[in-house]
């Protein structure tokens, strides 16, 4: 499934669109820890946290994940909305549990592998 096709599916909010819809996300991945997500986030993946500031847009830049969902109603502070816009990173929310969410990416993901 691509970031794209992800979108498409209407169950997040869009926060940003960045410039990379026709990536394949690979997988969820879940963490709230900065560092933890900078070494472990795997490339490709759909971050889903409730870290809403400049420093995840840094770190989803450096671990080059598809996207990032925010979780339990977070959201996006002025200046990390205005790095997304610049690095072009996409951004989705959610008032969804971290778990839920995550769970309906990965089904969503292997759904669209069953087609």
Do not use: R
Not at 21 to 50: E, Q
Not at 51 to 77: K, Q, R, S
Request: proline share 3%; charged share 15%.
């Amino acid at each position: 499934m691509t970031v794209q096709e992800l979108i498409d599916k209407g169950v997040f909010e869009v926060i940003n669109v960045g410039d990379n819809l026709g990536k394949v996300i690979t997988k969820p991945f879940c963490c709230d820890l900065l560092s933890i997500a900078m070494g472990k986030a795997p490339a490709d993946s759909a971050w889903v946290t409730v870290m809403g500031n400049i420093n995840t847009l840094a770190v989803a830049a450096l671990t080059d994940i598809a996207c990032i969902i925010l979780a339990e109603g977070a959201v996006l502070d002025v200046p990390a909305l205005n790095k997304a816009k610049v690095q072009n990173i996409t951004v989705l929310s959610t008032d969804k549990p971290i778990f839920d969410t995550s769970l309906m990416v990965y089904e969503m993901i292997h759904a669209s592998d069953n087609l």
